[in-house]
């Protein structure tokens, strides 16, 4: 009795510490939403495109304890595949012009923990050589994705995964993001299999031949678009003997011109599934007027009438609305998108007649611009990641590089910080 006693009072202290935590930026939800990422720690600005070296991102993400800003913008070739230190914070909203595109391999975020990664997009293309993901964790926790643009992995475009589930990652969020046109012969959206917890919010995975996504463990996939995939959509463990739990809801699947698979295949009794107002537009007629799938169509499954508990809350939308916020704002959309996630959204906007699985970037009637921004470096004297015209306004010292890392503006949020979130509108 004592025990137990002792017990359920170690799960309401808990709680009550997950519920004090400081989300890692306003709007951060899921799994992931308490990641630390380098609050309170150095800021490194990130000068130039080289792929190695001083000034360079490969260099800022060397070590651990660092909030990475950009002072430029464009490609970055990366020569060789990019891992991470932990917690860091990548605030690719910094960067001017069209943004940061990391290009030529793939990018490893395995045990980068309390990661917070936003507005950053990586295409890796065919040049990478067989069997690249783009991005993949394979170990690790607490980290966040958001509005990211991932494609052209020649193996999978994102993947959250460990050989076995129950050591995989933990407390993982993508949100905001667009996963997209993985590489035939082996283009994949991505494989999410791991037991640690994740979550999929409002990001369209678009042009994948097959898992959009491959699930197993524990997964909240919510207010998500798939659109023109080929084979599969969201796999259901497939065929696996290991025990999955899953709430999916009120996502949109619409198929393409490519499309010739279900929204959801392969599952079994051992996944189990909480599932409502997922929609199904599959007649590829220019509009959007899709229908609440029924339970038929999740197959041979365990069905829930209650969402598993410890999932995190989501504000989740009906879907028809999720769709117009993917439209709107999905994937690394600030400062502005480039053409090849404009081609995307006229894709999605197409409702079922246009799209493409492809093999080759190359094949694309638009490519990643190679043009480089700059900003002048002058306009933040004291180097701290916040230019001087903000900091006097907020009545901070633009001479003083320690205020960044200070809370005088916001309790939960370092100065920094705060100017980060404030550039998203």
Known sequence: MMNSFKLFFLFLLTSFTVSAQTPAFPGAEGFGKFARGGRGGEVYIVTNLNDAGPGSFRDAVSQPNRTV???????????????????????????????????????????????ICRFIRIRTGKAAGK?????????????IFDHMSVSWGTDENFSVSSMKVVDGPVRVTIQNSIIAQGLQPHSCGGLVQTEGGTTMLRTLYIDNHTRNIKMKGRNQFVNNVVYNWGGDGYILGGESQYKS???????????????????????????????????????RNGKLDGKVLSKDAYGIVTWLEEPVPNFPELQAEPAELALKQVLANAGASFPKRDAVDQLLMKELKSYGRKGKIIADESELPVGITQKQWSRDPALDTDRDGMPDKWERKKGLDPADSTDAGQFKLDADYTNLEVYLNGLIK
């Open 131 to 143: 069997g690249i993901d783009a991005a993949g964790i394979y170990q690790g926790h607490d980290m």
């Open 245 to 283: 739990n899953a709430i999916v809801t009120d996502n949109y699947f619409i198929t393409g011109p490519d499309t010739k698979g279900k929204p959801f295949t392969r599952g079994n009794e051992n996944f189990s599934i909480y599932a409502k107002n997922n929609h199904f537009d599959n007649n």
């Open 69 to 115: 800003v950009f002072e430029v913008g464009g490609v970055i070739q990366l020569q060789d595949r990019l891992s991470l230190s932990e917690n860091l914070t990548i605030a690719g909203q910094t960067a001017p012009g069209e943004g940061i595109t990391l290009s030529g391999n793939g990018v490893s975020f395995t045990n980068a923990n309390h990661l």
